[in-house]
């Protein structure tokens, strides 16, 4: 009778601790652990000063500008709220467009660039033909221009 | 108060013992025989719940010992082939961390009594790794000298490495034990005075 | 209902019924591999930003469900050992182990064939691929610990542990990418959501995937009848097999 | 139940205080590890920064791994283990003692060192100490998990290294959230999720490691 | 979707390393662990008769 | 003599097979443990690549280390150490039988492995056959160190720290010019100073290290 | 052949034994009799050079241990508490090693018939950490059915944990081994039947 009691007691309390390891678990999700940091959070100063770290966003329409020297290339990063120049000399990946999302590791430079020594391609999670990526680009644009889908979306939203 | 019936125990691929029944009741000693490798060891581990058994029962007090493993647990007082005692830690000190954990009543006293008992008063504050082959034996047997709330006592070869004179005194507390309504049940291939006329025996043939 | 679950869960019967289902899914696996195939290559149309990289995908995703789909078979089969100490479900936690174990190679070497053109990179430590990296240690160490036992029964109570542990990791493989941005991408097809995939590629997928599974159902059941012809050699009807063909 | 719980514990710590040496080479070993670093890698102090979380990190589980096998394995060798078996008592509370016993012996020492060899790898004093408060809470994960696979590979062939491979990649979650919190301090992010999921880990595993570590005693002994 | 030649078709649009590397490689993996799988049941079944031949002999 | 050496090395070659998955563990540790550093240290290819030949020497260190209590541990044990004191032969000989089946079955995997873990790491051909050679040099060192050390701990009470500052100072000569090999090579500064020196601390040890562990484990044996 | 002067041992800081002196011959067995702690075990090591003595001197066939280690050894099979088996081996590959190891001749049918003669054919492929106490001890003891060419046997209780079957065997070996002119010594607590006539006694009085 006794020994039930107390082994009760015991499933009690594991219960009790399980429950507040879930309301920690909840509240890391509220803070930011990130493979890589929006460029708001960066414009925000949440991401680390004078250090390494990774920048992930889309690269902007018409900012990807090649150097005379054709190794470097410089392009805008940005999760549309706010933006961020990179440098990057090196082998681009295939994927790598404007318009598509990037993941770029390196160094805030103190002139605000970032000078990237890695960029990786981030796709999204949509697979279709061509002919339908052009309609529904078509009607996407013919629908509103503001509206964009954008394939960081999820990400900015993952800390809340 | 433990009754056995029908046991059945495997090991590797071929059995060792099969339909092994028996009852020990209060004031009663049960002497398992048999040879070397026989399933003595086996057996003893299968009635304090060690390893479970390929078939049959084991009742404690009535109860089925997997039902109520905790009650067993609080009668009983297993001494195994090892004697379970840290090398590092005193006799004295490996004696009371050793009751106080089974739950034992283990005053600085008892266990001077116990330690008397045993002759290992003048080795008390040794380190169990510098005792002698039958000075460990004695020290892990302290452990009867305070266990009168164990009824049941079994013991692997309790005997092992014994000179004369322990023998008989462990020999001597056996009956004690069983005057007392407490009952053991042992193994030993040595010729002991085991408590005449209270002691059944059990030949496990293999 | 209840008798035939009894009746097929001693390794005797289990033994002969398992060798008939066997062609039975070996045959689903090849066939449904076969139009998967074909599917993939000359149904599914070109990925309009991955070109035909896209197509590791019939073979990658398959892979990466089958690894931790596995993995809580192996875990649930092998707690059902550990409760109720029936001798067929630990071995099927056994058999079930290397396969799984495959999977998860395959996974990874598959995601890393596709990251280098894709993302520019063969591997990052990102939380997804971290965590199946893990998922396979785990599966090796499954394996490793029941193969130092001897003792069948001492090795299946032990794998069981472990494999109940380490099932903590399968949620956070699959939630990752909700949880942390990962360079992994989310998932395409998700409960409550339209697939954000074309028809014939999710089909293709789809259809691989069944063929993995069914695949890994047979080839489970083909270690599971070598598990129990090992563990059961010396009961008779394992001797009485000596002269058939087998 | 309390009685037996401290009894344990008490004989554990005095039996390492006799065995002083074992201990006291386990974190020897910790801070050799660390020192060597510097000598392989070479001078850099940038370097060395970044490397620091996760050099002391590496350097911990190991040592942490180090000192496994010995915490079940010596009794199960002299037959205490058996007589632990046997009590009246709830394992999984005796074998909660056993883990606080081995944290106490392994972990904090290893807690109370490391701020030392972080401010020698150039850390601050903000980093040095959420690097002291990761380990305090990531170093009790390391003896529970841990202890899982001691039990485990309890009396198997070849267990020493058996436990290396079961329990590492365990470990990871914890090196990757632990040296996060540092490294997201030297980088000014704040190092708060990071703790709060060690903490988080930490509750999970005092819950379920107990009972995992016990039925694994179990099977080792039958 | 049709693929213009076999040539078309073995580039795999330049991919041809990293598509024809995945499938290869899971289909040796794969064929590899049924082959060994058949191999042990095989001996398996072999052994078993030996050791009950063996057992005949005995007898 | 001869008959002695074979028989003590085919023991513990037969015994390592037995448990055999304690070596391919032994692997298995060697390859996780280099793969936590990435996942402590961050993943910058740079950073990696310059720590490269640092982990890979610490991570052999360890594995070879974590191999030596069983080389003695367990003939003394059981018993068996008595029995090989008590044999006719030169008991340095039979040392060294032991001595070579621990780094054929501990050393020579890590060498032959290490060169892929070098790829992951980024190092290019050159450096990763220098790290090769300098690790068949460097392990039986390792193992022969290490031996003098398992032997001394045995036994002897309190002396767990002594044999870790004996021992651990005598590994660092190993580990500086193991890593620099590599390191040299990758600066372009060539490797043959580096592996010489390795190549003479090998024959140092084969010469003295028998000699020390026979020694001790008479010592241990009393 | 054997001529031990005036040993003295200490351990810890009590003398454990003073001025021991004895002479054992050929085909003669020493029974070295005493309490558990009374330094057998002491006495026994010395002999075969594991432990330095405190003062006295040990003389093997003239010749001190000291300066002729090697010629003792060459003629010395010692056994002790511990069986000095690997758990992971099994029984014939224990003995197999040990045997070579000792420059004993072991071919397969020597082996075979050691085996054979301690009663562990059976279980000569298991592996030892599966064997019983009694078949473990038995194993270690079958070295004695490979021995002919060591003269001196020194066993520390050799008979522990043995079944009574098993110790009858192990005393008529004893015997023959005198017969074949060897020496002996060993301890043991039990009442065995050591051969008649040719044992003396040895007490160490503590
Ligand atoms: C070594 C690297 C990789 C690993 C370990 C990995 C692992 C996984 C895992 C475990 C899943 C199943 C989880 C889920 O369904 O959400 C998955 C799904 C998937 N992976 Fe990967 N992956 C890797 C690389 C890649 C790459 C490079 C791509 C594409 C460029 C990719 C595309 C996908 C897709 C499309 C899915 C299906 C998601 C869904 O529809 O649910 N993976 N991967
Ligand atoms: N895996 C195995 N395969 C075959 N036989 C085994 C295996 N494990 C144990 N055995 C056998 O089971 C028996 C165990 O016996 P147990 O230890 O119970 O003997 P015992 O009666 O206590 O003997 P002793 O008097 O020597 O102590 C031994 O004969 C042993 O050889
Ligand atoms: N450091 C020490 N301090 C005090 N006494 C010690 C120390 N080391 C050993 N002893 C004592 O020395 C004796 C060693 O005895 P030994 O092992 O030779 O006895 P034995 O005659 O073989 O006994 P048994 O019959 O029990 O095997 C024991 O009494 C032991 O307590
Ligand atoms: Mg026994
Ligand atoms: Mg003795």
Redesign the pocket.
């Known amino acids: 009778m006794k020994s039930r009691h107390k082994r009760l007691a015991l499933v009690a309390g594991g219960v009790a601790v399980l429950g507040i390891a879930a309301a920690l678990i909840l509240n890391a999700f509220q803070s930011n652990l990130v493979f890589f940091y929006s460029p708001s959070q960066v414009a925000a100063h949440e991401a680390p000063h004078d250090r390494s770290f990774r920048i992930g966003g889309l690269v902007e329409q018409g900012s990807l500008q090649r150097q005379p020297d054709g190794v470097t290339v410089r392009f805008v990063v940005t999760d549309t709220a706010k933006s961020v120049p990179v440098l990057y000399a090196g082998i681009l990946p295939d994927l790598f467009k404007e318009g598509k999302g990037v993941v770029a590791q390196g160094k805030l430079e103190a002139d605000g660039v970032f000078h990237a020594r890695e960029v990786l391609a981030k796709?999204d999670?949509n697979?279709m033909p061509p002919e339908a990526a052009d309609a529904l680009e078509k009607a996407r644009k013919a629908e509103h221009e503001s509206q964009r889908t954008l394939v960081m979306e999820r990400a900015k939203e993952t800390p809340k | 108060m433990l009754e056995v019936r029908d046991l059945a125990c495997q090991r590797g691929e071929q059995p060792l013992f099969n339909g092994v029944s028996f009852d020990v009741s209060a004031g009663e000693l049960l002497w398992v025989e048999g040879r070397n490798g026989s399933g003595k060891t086996s057996l003893l581990r299968i009635l304090c719940g060690l390893s479970p058994a390929e078939a049959g029962t084991v009742r404690w007090r009535g109860e089925s010992i997997h039902d109520a493993r905790e009650a067993l647990l609080h009668d009983t007082l297993f001494l195994a082939h090892a004697n379970g005692l840290k090398d590092d830690l005193t006799v004295a000190e490996n004696l009371r961390f050793d009751a106080r954990l089974a739950g034992l009543h283990a005053s600085a006293e008892r266990i001077e009594a116990a330690l008397r008992a045993c002759g290992l008063r003048e080795r008390r504050d040794l380190a169990v790794r510098y005792l002698s082959q039958g000075q460990r034996r004695r020290a892990a047997l302290a452990r009867l000298w305070m266990a009168e709330s164990r009824k049941l006592w079994i013991l692997d070869e309790p005997f092992a490495a014994l000179d004369a004179e322990s023998v008989d005194r462990l020999a001597a507390h056996l009956g004690a034990h069983l005057d007392a309504g407490g009952l053991a049940v042992l193994t030993t291939h040595q010729e002991v005075p085991l408590p005449a006329g209270r002691t059944r025996r059990l030949r496990l043939a293999h | 209902m209840a008798l035939n679950w009894f009746k097929y869960s001693s390794p005797q019967t289990f033994y002969p019924l398992a060798g008939r289902l066997i062609p039975v899914f070996a045959v689903l696996a090849a066939v449904l591999g076969a139009v998967g195939l074909y599917i993939g290559f000359f149904v599914a149309p070109t990925d309009f930003q991955?070109g035909e990289a896209?197509r590791?995908?019939f073979i990658?995703?398959p892979a990466?469900?089958m690894?931790?789909f596995i993995y809580l078979v192996m875990a649930a089969w092998a707690a059902l050992g550990l409760i109720l100490n029936t001798r067929l479900s630990s071995m099927m936690a056994t058999a079930l182990a290397p396969t799984g174990a495959v999977m998860t190679f395959l996974?990874?070497w598959t995601?890393?064939l596709?990251?280098k053109p894709?993302?520019g990179t063969w591997?990052a430590w990102d939380a997804?691929?971290t965590s199946?990296?893990i998922l396979l240690f785990l599966y090796i160490g499954f394996m490793a610990l029941q193969a130092s036992i001897d003792d069948p029964r001492r090795a299946d109570k032990a794998g069981a542990i472990l494999a109940l542990v380490g099932a903590v990791n399968v949620p956070i493989?699959?939630f990752s990418?909700k949880w942390w941005n990962t360079l992994?991408?989310?998932?395409?097809?998700?409960v409550g959501r339209s697939?954000s995939m074309a028809s014939t590629m999710l089909l293709g997928m789809l259809v691989m995937a069944l063929a993995y599974w069914m695949y890994s159902i047979a080839a489970t059941l083909m270690r599971v009848r070598s598990i129990i012809l090992e563990r059961e050699r010396n009961a008779q009807w394992v001797r009485d097999l000596a002269g058939a063909p087998a | 139940m309390w009685d037996a719980f401290v009894a344990v514990f008490a004989r554990d710590v005095l039996q390492a205080w006799r065995r002083r040496a074992d201990w006291l080479t386990s974190i020897f070993f910790f801070v050799i590890v660390v020192s060597l670093f510097p000598l392989g890698v070479g001078p850099e102090p940038a370097l060395l920064r970044t490397m620091a979380p996760g050099v002391v990190w590496v350097a911990a589980l190991l040592a942490a791994m180090l000192s496994l096998p010995r915490v079940f394995g010596s009794d199960f060798a002299d037959g205490t283990l058996e007589q632990l078996v046997l009590t009246p008592h709830p394992l999984t509370v005796l074998v909660l003692a056993k883990m606080l016993a081995h944290w106490l012996l392994s972990g904090v020492p290893l807690a109370l060192i490391a701020p030392v060899l972080g401010l020698q790898f150039g850390l601050e004093g903000g980093p040095v100490g959420v690097l002291f408060a990761a380990l305090l809470l990531g170093t009790p994960c390391l003896s529970l998990i841990g202890g899982v696979g001691a039990a485990l590979t309890l009396g198997v062939r070849g267990s020493g290294v058996l436990i290396a491979l079961l329990v590492l990649p365990l470990y990871v979650p914890v090196l990757i959230f632990g040296a996060g919190a540092v490294e997201a301090t030297v980088a000014g992010t704040g190092a708060a999720g990071h703790l709060s999921l060690l903490a988080a880990g930490l509750l999970i595993a005092i819950v379920l490691a107990p009972w995992a570590i016990a039925a694994a005693l179990r099977i080792a002994l039958e | 979707m049709s693929w213009g030649s076999l040539d078309e078709f073995l580039a795999m649009g330049g991919y041809a390393t990293y598509v024809w590397g995945s499938y290869i490689v899971s289909a040796v993996v794969l064929a590899m662990e049924v082959v060994l799988l058949k191999r042990r049941h095989r001996t398996l079944r072999a052994g078993a008769g030996r050791s009950s031949q063996q057992t005949d002999n005995l007898a």
């Open positions: 796709h999670e697979y | 991955q896209y590791i995908i990658h995703v990466a469900w690894s931790m996974a990874l995601g890393s596709w990251g894709m993302w591997w997804r691929m199946e990296l493989i699959y990418v992994h991408q989310g998932a395409s097809i998700s697939p």
